[in-house]
């Protein structure tokens, strides 16, 4: 079964810290996103990574950065926490299947409170 | 940019009832997809529809793609209390990347049993 991990399923963190983020998939995917999923916002794209090295900004990119070393594994980096970045964190991976689909597989999200 | 809404936002109905929630792309697009949340849960993909005019099942659940493939809808037939969730429509493209998905708020089913 393909899967996508998420680090950490719940993290408090202090205002101003640096807080990582790690998504690592096992499914030799090209593309990995990640998202925050905010009550009556819905879900919205930070950064997206089309290759290793690569990466992109979405619509809502500030105060994030992002790192992709490796293929597997695309790590969301809050360089200075703030209080408005408490949020359920999605990461999420997809590639070309045999069916020609481009379906998201969604990790199980890092549920992040700063306080 | 692209803009992908969802109506309605909230679906209350009793177990048996069908249901239908329908996503509007105020652009083109190549492909929808459908996703479902259950509460506490991640998105789960469900479908992707591609031509015009597409109309899938998946025993209670049909999809539709509009003719203008502006539009789609997902119809529960009957519902269960197992329905009950978040449905999302995205769509791909926008900022020149076509792998990249707006998601539309979704729409938030409760079954009353």
């Known amino acids: 079964d393909v899967k996508v991990t998420q680090s950490s399923r719940y993290l408090v963190k202090r205002t101003g810290e640096k807080v990582f983020l790690e998504c690592v998939q096992d499914?030799?995917?090209?593309?990995m996103f990640w998202y925050r999923q905010d009550p009556g916002l819905g879900l919205r794209l930070i950064y997206f990574?089309?290759?290793?090295?690569?990466?992109e900004k979405g619509d809502i990119p500030e105060g994030y950065s992002v790192s992709r070393e490796k293929k597997e594994r695309f790590s969301l980096i809050l360089e200075s926490a703030s209080t408005n970045q408490t949020s359920m964190y999605l990461c999420?991976?997809?590639?070309?299947?045999?069916?020609?689909?481009?379906?998201?597989?969604f990790g199980s999200g890092t549920r992040l409170t700063v306080v | 940019g692209q803009q992908v809404m969802q109506i309605p936002q909230y679906q209350h109905v009793q177990e048996g009832e069908d249901f239908t929630t329908y996503c509007n792309s105020s652009t083109t697009l190549s492909n929808i997809q459908w996703y479902k949340q259950r509460p506490g849960g991640h998105p789960v993909f469900l479908i992707q529809l591609v031509k015009s005019g597409e109309v899938k099942k998946q025993k209670r659940l049909t999809f539709q793609f509009g003719e203008a493939k502006k539009n789609s809808s997902l119809h529960i037939t009957a519902t269960q209390t197992t329905d009950v969730g978040t449905y999302f429509c995205?769509?791909?493209?926008?900022?020149?990347?076509?792998?990249?998905?707006?998601f539309g708020k979704g729409t938030l089913l409760t079954v009353n049993p």
């Open positions: 999420a991976s997809n590639g070309r299947t045999r069916e020609n689909l481009y379906g998201y597989t």
């Open positions: 995205a769509g791909p493209g926008g900022g020149g990347s076509n792998y990249k998905l707006t």
């Open positions: 499914m030799d995917h090209e593309n």
């Open positions: 990574s089309y290759d290793v090295k690569m990466k």
